[in-house]
């Protein structure tokens, strides 16, 4: 008998943690997330807000390699970097002609600098809420 109850009990429980959830958290489209925005959120891989520093430099100084400007540098506003084999970095900068653009940029562990993402006008953080 207590064979019989013991299956019984959790036949119960197993019925009853695989049944369906009424409840539905909504999805989250990743189409209109900006993973920028979730900055410092000290998740493993995440993006942190950095100093600038000579790699970053150098790596806007690529990205304004490539661009059809003459303007030069001004300054950089704000830097993001995200550790992979090799370190991304979110960079917003400022030109001498006074427009601020945005980039992305693959520094690899070569020292090896590959814009990920085309230079666009405007803060990378602009669309943050």
């Not at 119960?12 to 900006?34: H, M, R, V, W, Y």
């Not at 085309?118 to 669309?127: C, H, K, W, Y």
Request: proline share 3%.
């Amino acid at each position: 008998m207590n064979k019989s109850v013991v299956i019984a009990i959790t036949s119960a429980l197993f019925i009853a943690g695989c049944s369906i959830q009424s409840e539905k958290t909504p999805a989250i489209s990743s189409d209109n997330i900006n993973p920028i925005c979730n900055v410092d959120n000290n998740m493993a891989g995440g993006w942190v807000t950095s100093s600038v520093t000579p790699e970053a430099k150098e790596a806007v100084e690529h990205v304004l390699s490539m661009m059809n400007t003459s303007a030069k540098l001004k300054q950089i506003l704000d830097v993001k970097t995200q550790v992979v084999n090799g370190i991304n970095y979110a960079i917003d900068f400022e030109l001498d002609d006074g427009q601020v653009w945005n980039t992305r940029v693959y520094r690899s562990l070569k020292g090896q600098y590959q814009m990920t993402q085309p230079a666009q006008q405007g803060s990378m953080t602009q669309d943050c809420q």
